[in-house]
């Protein structure tokens, strides 16, 4: 044993004698020291800051000089950084792409992995798969409680409750109800065999197109999950629908209202309520974004994570003259145009916001996404502070995590992540990732496994 060695085991030894509890290891303690934090919590960013970990924990954190430094912790310099909580996302979907091409067939562990890899890369710890998840997704869940598996943390909706006929058309996966027994029926064996951790429900009718989930359903669907002790997020676009989804006790919007602006009535019933806001801004634009010419294919993540036929496509120009002469451009800028607008509305109204996405399908890459959402929130009128509580904290009330996960506090879990450039300055800047951590561990986001086998001519043929 060198001398160096034994003062270190003595050192640790002494600190255990110390502390008479329950007391860790001093290998265990890592203190990241220097960095602006962005705690979720407080509008002030703390300056010069000091985060003490242990083990998973934060044990301590505030400026320089306000915590104590435990001695024989190993001590990370962040001086010039800004750390902020790791990101939630209530609306994406998993599995479902490969390439270009978007199919139920291609739904498989191998692929939620990969993109529960791609999504902690950017520094999103929690991700809601909303509605559109298979077989292979229960497995995974229980693995991935279990510690056996990594990536970010999934939350899953299973397959999601939509009217017979109606959304998503042709569709043999999604429960379809037609009688408000049924519904509750439905819900109870749901629950009780897929265990979601929420329930997604679709009420459109695609501009008329499709027959729409009736009040009496949804109604009976909420109840029941309710009931159940699990909440419900829905995928909406009317105003009327919204309204009523929220008098029946819906829990989320995974969607801004898109065919009006939103009205006193609306506001208020969303307030008393208590209903959380998701806009999904960067799934609505995703068109639109491409259309106008994409300022984010320069991302330093896309060719690490995605494959080069992707990148290569959706840089092209056929690509995006094909979406910039859609006739139905200019309709999907107004909606767009409404849905911002309706955000800011829910925003002084000082209803909850938190962040969806809709990512996960081609070109609307994975974790980008997240950050996309936080600078089209930004654009529409939150200021970086709040868009960045917003896809923090108000993520993990929605789901009920907020005693372990969300924010930087004491006793919280450390997932966090570490900027180079200060996202208060330009939002974007929550793109300038140098590290994430999760569980108190620097996250090793360049061998996160992302390959997955090419999808076999059955999966193909379905498509
Ligand atoms: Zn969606």
């Known amino acids: 044993m060198t001398r160096k060695t034994y003062l270190t085991l003595l050192a640790s030894l002494l600190l255990a004698a110390c502390q008479p509890t329950t007391t860790p290891e001093s290998q265990d303690l890592v203190v990241i020291e220097g960095a602006t934090v962005i705690d979720g919590v407080s509008s002030t960013p703390i300056e010069n800051a000091v985060i003490v970990i242990d083990g998973d924990t934060i044990q301590a954190i505030g400026s320089s000089g306000s915590v104590e430094v435990p001695p024989g912790a ?7 950084k800004t750390i902020i909580p790791g990101i939630f996302n209530l609306h994406a979907h998993v599995a479902r792409t490969e390439g270009m091409e978007s199919n139920d067939q291609f739904y498989n562990r191998e692929r939620i992995q990969r993109d529960a890899n791609r999504y902690l890369y950017y520094g999103i710890t929690h991700m809601v798969s909303l509605g559109l998840d298979q077989e292979p997704m229960i497995g995974f869940l229980a693995d991935q409680r279990a510690g056996r598996t990594g990536g970010a943390r999934l939350y899953s909706a299973g397959y999601g409750f939509a009217a017979k006929d109606g959304w998503i058309p042709n569709n043999p996966n999604l429960n379809r109800p037609t009688t408000p027994d049924e519904a509750r029926q439905l819900v109870q064996e749901f629950v009780q065999e897929k265990q979601p951790d929420v329930i997604k429900i679709w009420v459109d009718d695609r501009l008329g197109a499709l027959p729409k989930l009736t009040p009496e359903l949804y109604g009976a669907i909420i109840e029941e999950a309710h009931n159940q002790g699990i909440k419900v997020m829905a995928h909406m676009y009317y105003l009327e629908d919204t309204k009523e989804l929220i008098r029946r006790g819906v829990d ?19 307030k008393e309520n208590g209903v959380t806001q998701v806009a999904t801004l960067a799934g609505h634009s995703s068109r639109l974004a491409y259309a106008d010419g994409p300022d984010f294919l320069d991302d330093s993540g896309l060719p690490v994570l995605f494959p080069a036929i992707v990148l290569e496509t959706v840089s092209g120009q056929e690509y995006q003259e094909n979406l910039a002469n859609d006739p139905n451009l200019e309709s999907a800028r107004e909606v767009y145009a409404t849905a911002a607008k309706n955000l800011a509305k829910v925003l002084a109204a000082g209803i909850p916001i938190a962040i969806g996405t809709d990512s996960g399908g081609p070109g609307r890459f994975q974790g980008l996404w997240e950050h996309r959402e936080m600078e089209l929130m930004v654009k529409a009128g939150l200021t970086p502070m709040q868009a960045i509580q917003a896809a923090t904290a108000n993520g993990a009330k929605f789901l009920g995590l907020e005693n372990q996960y969300g924010t930087l506090e004491p006793g919280k879990i450390a997932d966090l992540i570490i900027l180079g450039a200060d ?6 800047n929550t793109r300038n990732i140098d590290e994430v951590w999760m569980n108190g561990e620097r996250v090793n986001r360049d061998e996160l496994p992302i390959s997955t086998a090419p999808p076999t001519a059955q999966e193909r043929e379905t498509s």
């Open 74 to 80: 190993q001590s990370i310099d962040a001086t010039g």
């Open 252 to 270: 989320g919007l995974a969607h801004s209202v898109r065919d009006q602006e939103v009205d006193d009535e609306f506001l208020k019933l969303a």
């Open 423 to 428: 996202p208060l300055e330009d939002i974007r």
